[in-house]
């Protein structure tokens, strides 16, 4: 009972910083025309039933694309998780503000492929955390993130 109460403890963890990135509706609005234009190509060639099919599953789609391209950036008082990774904060080593221009050059140029990057094209901003663990080969993580300052703050708060 003690061990459960103790899982239970660990999963209600406080939240110190979350963050939701979303694709913008202009790159949703995008997709969605680029996958009409299929549509009205299905419709001359066809007829109005399969254009109805095709408008249908390019709905669908553009809803599943939404759900499927957003992620969660979440600190809480024992890790950092990204989408699906995560990592203690105890190998959290240094944490750097990133502009716009060192952003850039950090997700093309001057990247290191055994990197852990989740970044996003339509956001600017970033941050770099550098790791310090000796079991793991992954020198830094590049992350997106639209309130940089913020998510720097609240990791620095908490090495």
Do not use: C
Request: aromatic share 12%; charged share 25%.
């Amino acid at each position: 009972m003690a061990r459960l109460l103790d899982e239970l403890h660990d999963n209600l963890a406080l939240v110190a910083f979350k963050e939701v990135i979303r694709p913008p509706l202009w790159l949703l609005a995008f997709i969605y025309f680029l996958l009409l234009s299929l549509v009205i190509a299905i419709w001359a060639a066809f007829d109005n039933q399969s254009a109805f099919i095709a408008w249908l599953a390019a709905t669908i789609g553009i809803v599943g694309i939404a759900f499927s391209a957003r992620s969660e950036i979440v600190i809480d008082e024992k890790e950092l998780r990204i989408g699906r990774a995560h990592i203690e904060l105890k190998f959290l080593y240094k944490v750097e503000l990133l502009t716009k221009d060192e952003m850039r050059l950090l997700r093309t140029r001057d990247a290191d492929p055994a990197a852990y990057l989740a970044i996003k094209f339509w956001i600017p901003t970033g941050v770099k955390i550098t790791l310090k663990d000796e079991r793991d080969s992954t020198p830094y993580w590049l992350v997106s993130s639209r309130k940089s300052e913020e998510l720097t703050s609240t990791l620095y708060k908490l090495l």
